[in-house]
């Protein structure tokens, strides 16, 4: 089964219950069983309206505060792509949820820090005369930030993770560490409440222009890159009474904003790593392979093809 949504739609998280619904229909319809709809949104169902509301109606949101830290962007960033091949690739790697676990344990990282040292690495060996900073951006959700409220967006964003040229990443450990610092730095609920103090104001100067006027904005914007990386891990582990059905399941970003997004989902006790990049040549991935090798974790690579998505006509960006 294949499902596109666009983010003007849902974020991440955002469109899981659509999806847990539809895998359950297919399923119940396809196996003629009748499957425990627990935690399923099923057709009828009363949408409670703080689902579809305002989830910051009790925060001060026009009252925030500059937060303490900001980190600036990284404006000359490392870029992965060095050629003018324009065919998007996709490559879904497979790994224990033990086995990855573990090892973000044992070295003080978290899935998406992880990913994203390892990345960083493989970026090094990639092209080590490259002397620009390998930037990463790691998504976040803000209503998650600021507390437990009942609404489907996610309300998401990023926070960027720096790789300079002269910092070893050799000790794997210390850099899942350092990266887990910059990304509490600015995950904290006033860098939160501030940003979507900002997201409001500028919906409102949007919300004055012509349809046509925001439309280029937007495509503008997506069109435009930002970082090296970008990697995003939906913390969903079970589709519920379906969970036996499902042998995988792994999310797709288009590379939009990055030469290469990496969608990480964990279902059915394993993570799924759908790396999604804007060139069709191999030695990247085969790097980053050989970063998760060299750290003593298994992988399986259970897809390699084009990337289709039926959405949009992808924007290319030199």
């Not at 224990?96 to 390892?118: H, K, T």
Request: aromatic share 10%.
């Amino acid at each position: 089964m294949a499902m596109e949504m666009s983010h003007a739609l849902s974020d991440g998280a955002g469109v899981m219950p659509y999806i847990k619904s539809t895998v359950y229909l297919y399923l119940c319809k396809k196996t003629g069983l009748a499957l425990d709809p627990a935690g399923i949104r099923l057709p009828g169902d009363v949408i409670p309206e703080s689902e579809t509301g305002n989830p910051f109606a009790g925060l001060d949101i026009d009252g925030a505060k500059v937060p303490i830290y900001t980190k600036p962007p990284i404006k000359d960033f490392y870029r992965v792509k060095d050629c003018e091949d324009n065919e998007q690739q996709l490559h879904c790697i497979k790994i224990a949820e033990s086995e990855l676990i573990r090892y973000c344990r044992d070295y003080d990282g978290s899935p998406n820090a992880m990913i994203s040292v390892l990345l960083a690495r493989a970026a090094k060996e990639y092209a080590p005369e490259n002397d620009k900073t390998v930037s990463v951006a790691v998504a976040i959700d803000y209503k998650a930030m600021l507390g437990t409220y009942d609404n489907y967006r996610m309300y998401a964003n990023v926070v960027e993770l720096d790789f300079p040229k002269n910092r070893s990443l050799d000790d794997l450990m210390k850099s899942c560490t350092a990266a887990r610092g910059q990304m509490m730095l600015q995950a904290q609920p006033e860098n939160a409440l501030w940003a979507v103090k900002n997201r409001k104001l500028t919906y409102e100067k949007l919300s004055q222009l012509p349809l046509e006027v925001k439309l280029g904005a937007v495509a503008k914007s997506a069109g435009s890159m930002r970082w090296s990386f970008t990697v995003s891990y939906v913390n969903s582990r079970s589709f519920g009474s379906t969970d036996p059905y499902i042998d995988a399941v792994y999310a797709i970003a288009e590379p939009g904003v990055s030469d290469i997004s990496c969608e990480i989902f964990c279902n059915n006790h394993n993570f799924v790593l759908s790396i999604s990049q804007t060139f069709t040549a191999d030695r990247f991935i085969e790097l980053f392979l050989k970063e998760l090798s060299s750290v003593g974790i298994n992988y399986e690579v259970f897809r390699k093809e084009p990337l289709h998505m039926a959405g949009i006509e992808p924007f290319k960006s030199n």
